[in-house]
């Protein structure tokens, strides 16, 4: 039985996706003040290692960050439901362009959708 993560190629497939995203949030008003890097790759890094050890790749997150607690890590952050759908509108636009079939690509946007949601913690 092979992970998600192999299936959907591996470290080169996960690259590829947090790249793209990263180029989106890069020109988005209400995402890139939110994000302190100058270049974001350190933003980028951490993005890529959790997805990767979510979907049954190596651990390099846990590692390097610990228990994700991805709620509480993202507190500090006013994330109100136009930050939810400017990121889910930068994740959309990165699955689009990365190569997935559609059985794993509904697998991979019903998880990123229901994680975004959760992510919520402002009110409107
Ligand atoms: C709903 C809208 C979201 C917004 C506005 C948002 C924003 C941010 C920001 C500003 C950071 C700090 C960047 C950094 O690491 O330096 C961050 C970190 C992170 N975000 Fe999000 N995020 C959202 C949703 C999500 C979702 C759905 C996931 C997972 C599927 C996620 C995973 C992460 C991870 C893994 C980190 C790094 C945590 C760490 O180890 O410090 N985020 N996010």
């Given at each position: 039985?092979?992970?998600?993560?192999?299936?959907m190629?591996?470290?080169?497939?996960?690259?590829?996706?947090?790249?793209?995203?990263?180029?989106?949030?890069?020109?988005?008003?209400?995402?890139?003040?939110?994000?302190?890097?100058?270049?974001?790759?350190?933003?980028?890094?951490?993005?890529?290692?959790?997805?990767?050890?979510?979907?049954?790749?190596?651990?390099?997150?846990?590692?390097?960050?610990?228990?994700?607690?991805?709620?509480?890590?993202?507190?500090?952050?006013?994330i109100?439901?136009?930050?939810?759908?400017?990121?889910?509108?930068?994740?959309?636009?990165?699955?689009?362009?990365?190569?997935?079939?559609?059985?794993?690509?509904?697998?991979?946007?019903?998880?990123?959708?229901?994680?975004?949601?959760?992510?919520?913690?402002?009110?409107?």
């Amino acid at each position: 039985m092979s992970t998600f993560y192999e299936k959907m190629g591996g470290e080169a497939f996960f690259a590829d996706l947090v790249s793209q995203f990263y180029a989106r949030v890069a020109t988005d008003p209400i995402l890139r003040p939110m994000y302190p890097d100058e270049d974001m790759k350190g933003a980028a890094q951490r993005l890529q290692w959790f997805l990767e050890q979510y979907w049954g790749g190596p651990t390099t997150y846990g590692d390097n960050r610990g228990h994700p607690r991805l709620r509480m890590r993202h507190a500090h952050f006013h994330i109100d439901t136009k930050a939810r759908d400017a990121w889910l509108a930068c994740m959309s636009a990165a699955v689009d362009g990365v190569d997935v079939n559609p059985v794993m690509r509904e697998e991979l946007w019903s998880y990123l959708e229901m994680a975004a949601n959760s992510m919520v913690n402002q009110p409107d």
